[in-house]
Nanobody, 120 residues
Framework: QLQLVESGGGLVQPGGSLRLSCAAS?????IGWFRQAPGKEREGVSC????????NYADSVKGRFTISRDNAKKMVYLDMNSLRPEATAIYYC????????????????WGQGTQVTVSS
């Protein structure tokens, strides 16, 4: 069974950068990053296929966030640049994700989440 553990969240100033990491117990799943801000629904940020050859991004993060994976280490990363206050949320990795719609499935496995706060 897939298990996921996130790390790397924290407090960063607007315009700053942060890298989130997701340790996965298995490689053969598409893994995605999702976020949930207070009072808002959970939204898909990015998804990457098991091979790492295909990615999908939410329009709000295109050009600023980069998802990647290192299957030798069973790790998935989210590099976040030019962060804005509206990026403040709990970030979760989950798998599998749907690479075409950037969404999760009803039986997707979730990590515990990591808090990202963008504030001066």
């Amino acid at each position: 069974q897939l298990q996921l553990v996130e790390s790397g969240g924290g407090l960063v100033q607007p315009g700053g950068s942060l890298r989130l990491s997701c340790a996965a117990s298995k490689n053969y799943y598409a893994i995605g990053w999702f976020r949930q801000a207070p009072g808002k629904e959970r939204e898909g940020v990015s998804c990457i296929t098991s091979s790492g050859t295909r990615t999908n991004y939410a329009d709000s993060v295109k050009g600023r966030f980069t998802i990647s994976r290192d299957n030798a280490k069973k790790m998935v990363y989210l590099d976040m640049n030019s962060l804005r206050p509206e990026a403040t949320a709990i970030y979760y990795c989950a798998g599998p994700c749907d690479i075409y719609s950037n969404t999760y499935y009803s039986d997707s496995t979730w990590g515990q989440g990591t808090q990202v706060t963008v504030s001066s």
